[in-house]
C-alpha cells in the first residue's frame, strides 16, 4: 500500500489571537479528518499550548543545505517535524501557522530543497495551500501606510486568500479590497468568511503552491506589472514612460507631497543634474523613497560594454540618439488613482524644451 504525502497548509495572519482560533478550529472541526498543526512558540503560552492535543510548538532553527548559499537555506525545525508526522503516520494534513513577518519562501523552500543526501520533504508532503489572511477592517488603513508593501507582497504570494470580517466594512470598501486581491494575484482563490466555515476543506487550494510563480507575483514588478487597467478603474496600474530627466526641485517636491492613492511604484528614472545615475523609485503607501541604482550604458565607454549579441540587441531596444539608455520608466499601483493627473505631475517634472535647450545650466 502506497501511503499519500502529508497535505500541507501554511496559515499567515497579522493577528496571533485569531490565527489561534483558526488553529483550533483546523484541529478540533473533524475528529476523522487527522490534522495536526505546528505554531511557534511563544513565551509563556507554551505550557498551556503543550498540553492540547493535535498541536505541536516549534521554535525557528535555520540552515544552509546545498551548496550553502542562502538561497539554500530551509526551515530545519519544520523539516524534522513534518518528516517525525509522516514516520509516526499520526496526521493526513498539517498545518503550520505563520506571523505576518515571517519569511514565506524560507519555509517553501524547506519543502523542495534537498538535504546533503539529495532527499527532500517531496517524497513525505506536499505544499497545497498558501492561506493568507486579509483582515478586511485593518488592512485599508494598513495599504496607506508604509506597510503597503508587506500586505500586498503576503497576497501576491499566497494561492488562497481568506477574507475576514468584510461585512463590518462599507460594501463599496470591501468590493475595492476584493478589486485589489484579484488584480495584484488573479491566481489566489479567494474565500469570504461570510460565506465559509473555517475549515481545511474550506482553504484547501485546487493545485498545488507553486513557489516559482509565487514569488515572480510577489516581487513588486510582479505586482505592478500586468494587463493595463481600464479608464476609471478602482484599481489602475499606470506605466509612465519618458526620456527627458527630470528637474530635481520639481521631483523632489512631488515626491514631498506623495499621493494618497498611490499603493506602490517602483521603477529608474535619471534627473538633470546627475545625468550618469541610474535612480530607482520605491513607494509603499505613504513611504516614497528613491535610491541610486548604478550608472547609464550611455556613460560606459563602448569598449567597456558586454559584446555578446543578446546585450547588443538589448541595448539597441532601448537606446536613443540623445538620451543614450537614460529614460524614465516608473510603474504605478494605485487605489482609486487618476492617472490622468498622475501623468500631468510627472510631465510637469521633466525639463522643458527652453531648459533643455541649455545643457551647461540644466546638467547643474
Known amino acids: 500500500m502506497t501511503t499519500q504525502p502529508l497535505s500541507v497548509t501554511v496559515l499567515v495572519d497579522p493577528s496571533i489571537q485569531r490565527g489561534g482560533r483558526f488553529i483550533d478550529q483546523f484541529v478540533s472541526a473533524d475528529p476523522d479528518s487527522r490534522v495536526l498543526a505546528i505554531v511557534p512558540k511563544r513565551g509563556n503560552r507554551g505550557g498551556r499550548r503543550r498540553k492540547r492535543p493535535g498541536v505541536l510548538l516549534t521554535t525557528e532553527q535555520l540552515a ?19 518528516r517525525r508526522i509522516a514516520a509516526e503516520n499520526s496526521a493526513d494534513q498539517v ?55 508587506g500586505l500586498l507582497q503576503q497576497i501576491g504570494m499566497a494561492n488562497v486568500v481568506w477574507v475576514d470580517g468584510a461585512a463590518n466594512i462599507e460594501p463599496e470598501a470591501a468590493s475595492s479590497l476584493e478589486e485589489l486581491i484579484a488584480t495584484v494575484n488573479p491566481d489566489a482563490q479567494m474565500v469570504r468568511d461570510s460565506e465559509h466555515e473555517v475549515s481545511i476543506e474550506a482553504v484547501r487550494a485546487l493545485h498545488p503552491f507553486d ?15 500586468g494587463p493595463p487597467t481600464a479608464p476609471g478603474a478602482t484599481v489602475a496600474r499606470y506605466l509612465f514612460q519618458a526620456r527627458k530627466p527630470f528637474h530635481p526641485g520639481r521631483l523632489h517636491a512631488f515626491m514631498g507631497r506623495g499621493n494618497p492613492s498611490v499603493l506602490l511604484a517602483s521603477g529608474l528614472f535619471w534627473v538633470a543634474s546627475r545625468s550618469n545615475t541610474v535612480a530607482a523609485l520605491d513607494v509603499s503607501g505613504s513611504r516614497w523613497q528613491s535610491r541610486t541604482a548604478g550608472a547609464w ?4 565607454p563602448v569598449a567597456r560594454r558586454p559584446k555578446s549579441a543578446q ?18 520608466s516608473l510603474g504605478f499601483l494605485g487605489l482609486g488613482l487618476d492617472t490622468a493627473a498622475l501623468q500631468s505631475d510627472l510631465d510637469a517634472c521633466l525639463l522643458t524644451d527652453a531648459e533643455l535647450a541649455d545643457q551647461d545650466a540644466w546638467a547643474s
Open 64 to 82: 544552509q543545505l546545498g551548496s550553502g548559499c542562502s538561497c539554500c537555506t530551509v526551515r530545519t525545525d519544520i523539516r524534522s517535524k513534518i
Open 95 to 149: 498545518v503550520i501557522q505563520m506571523g505576518p513577518s515571517s519569511d514565506l519562501v524560507t519555509l517553501a523552500k524547506s519543502f523542495t530543497v534537498a538535504d546533503h543526501n539529495g532527499v527532500s520533504l517531496l517524497d513525505v508532503a506536499q505544499l497545497q495551500s498558501m492561506v493568507v489572511v486579509v483582515d478586511a477592517q485593518t488592512a485599508m488603513e494598513q495599504l496607506q501606510s508604509g506597510d503597503a508593501w
Open 211 to 225: 513557489l516559482d510563480s509565487a514569488q515572480r507575483r510577489s516581487t513588486p514588478e510582479g505586482l505592478i506589472d
Open 297 to 300: 550604458w550611455a556613460n560606459v
Open 311 to 328: 546585450f547588443q540587441s538589448y541595448l539597441s531596444s532601448i537606446w536613443d540618439p540623445t538620451y543614450g539608455d537614460r529614460r524614465q
